[in-house]
């Protein structure tokens, strides 16, 4: 079993730590119209009680997903569909919030919307939201990718679904559209590219406090992207305005910052990839829905795997300053190190988070080309190898159960 962690002391000292920031951000009056507007809203919560109890009685739940993230818009409907499919989901009558103005990706949900009835309209959204604002119509789907300890169930029910196909495909206006579209970005006809997104932290800044250790830089894929385009790929960068701007690199599209970069177009290119070359961040989530394989670098916390069948993993290595080392593995995954979920619990136990060198990445990305290809030498040492190391993975450990892949380089190097 997983050693224990002061998961109250944790949660307390990370909620101080993010509301001195914001005081000290924005000023006491900000903190004063934060604690007034959350006042109205429990006034309002308590007078809509009589119909919040009624819509519950009557068997309504709100489905608690974060739609305001991609990849929560993306893994917690699945993992939902998966568990009906399954005959796991309780049967209630469900509705997800989603207004226009924070969901994530409209077009995505439009995918969703087929299975699970969705509110967009934002006074209806408002409403509702008040009514499930504590104990009644509310349905948490936290544990499948959003505890910040213990088992993530996204790996179980995966485990459960195993080989059977991905719920979505591209719709047919879709896989139309995106013909000339394609083109139009710098892709021909059945030339096969590869998405590629690193996660910088300027999307969400208010989280960076929290969660920096999550960051990497994509200047350490440029080996990777070397390795792709000499086989005969495009790598198409995914992200934001906010990211920096690529170099010019041959056969690289820095679709972060290009003029066709739409929601759709999002959808559509992380569905049509031959694999996703992602990191410890959500988008990568879009491509697995559609069964795209998943190739992750830089994973933290250390017991955070890939989820798919078909995806590759590795994970950031940790130094420890008393020790001036890098922990191997299987020391990590013997201590709480390995469950650490925010920046402050590396910083008081004296670990410092690396990110993976250009060649671990590398390798990463010739493992899952060689896969993809049915070129790649595994032999029983390999298997036992990998054998050894999900032996680490204990219950409790964030993907127990999974049923991805580490690479295999990577545990060569690491492991012990």
């Not at 604690?35 to 819509?55: C, D, H, Q």
């Not at 005959?87 to 209630?92: A, D, H, V």
């Not at 992207?225 to 170099?247: A, F, H, Q, T």
């Not at 920046?343 to 671990?360: C, L």
Request: with cysteine; net charge positive; aromatic share 12%.
């Amino acid at each position: 079993m997983r050693l224990s962690v002061n998961k109250p002391a944790i949660f307390k000292e990370v909620y101080l730590s993010v509301l001195r920031d914001n005081v000290t951000k924005f000023g006491s009056i900000w903190a004063l119209k934060k604690l007034m507007y959350r006042g109205l809203k429990e006034f309002a919560w308590f007078s809509l009680l009589p119909i919040a109890v009624t819509l519950h009685l009557l068997q309504f739940r709100q489905l608690l997903i974060r739609t305001e993230h991609v990849g929560h818009l993306a893994a917690e409907f699945d993992t939902l569909e998966k568990l009906k499919r399954l005959g796991l989901l309780p049967k209630y009558r469900y509705f997800v919030l989603a207004p226009k103005k924070s969901a994530s990706n409209q077009h995505l949900l439009t995918y969703w919307s087929k299975y699970f009835t969705i509110f967009v309209q934002p006074i209806l959204c408002g409403f509702l939201s008040l009514c499930s604002r504590h104990f009644f119509l509310r349905y948490d789907v936290s544990s499948f990718i959003s505890s910040f300890f213990g088992t993530q169930e996204i790996y179980q029910i995966n485990q459960l679904w195993n080989s059977r196909p991905p719920l979505l495909a591209l719709n047919d206006s879709d896989e139309q559209w995106s013909i000339s579209v394609l083109q139009d970005l710098g892709i021909p006809e059945h030339q096969w590219f590869v998405c590629l997104h690193v996660r910088e932290g300027k999307f969400w800044p208010q989280n960076e406090l929290i969660q920096s250790h999550r960051n990497a830089s994509i200047t350490h894929t440029f080996l990777a992207i070397e390795e792709i385009v000499r086989r005969g790929g495009i790598v198409v960068r995914m992200g934001d305005l906010s990211m920096c701007k690529l170099p010019q690199l041959a056969g690289v599209i820095d679709y972060a910052h290009h003029p066709l970069k739409s929601e759709r177009l999002d959808v559509i290119l992380c569905a049509k990839a031959k694999f996703f070359l992602g990191c410890t961040s959500g988008l990568a989530f879009v491509s697995m829905i559609f069964g795209v394989p998943v190739a992750q670098a830089n994973m933290i916390p250390l017991e955070a795997l890939a989820v798919g069948k078909s995806d590759i993993s590795i994970s950031k290595r940790l130094w420890s300053e008393s020790a001036q080392r890098y922990l191997s593995l299987s020391e990590v995954f013997t201590s709480p190190a390995s469950g650490f979920y925010f920046s402050h619990q590396y910083k008081q136990a004296g670990i410092r988070v690396d990110e993976n060198t250009p060649e671990d990445i590398l390798a990463l990305t010739c493992e899952m080309l060689d896969r993809l290809d049915k070129t790649f030498d595994e032999n029983e040492e390999d298997r036992r190898l990998h054998a050894d190391f999900m032996l680490l993975l204990k219950p409790g450990h964030y993907s127990y159960g999974a049923i991805s892949k580490v690479c295999l380089a990577f545990l060569r190097q690491y492991l012990s």
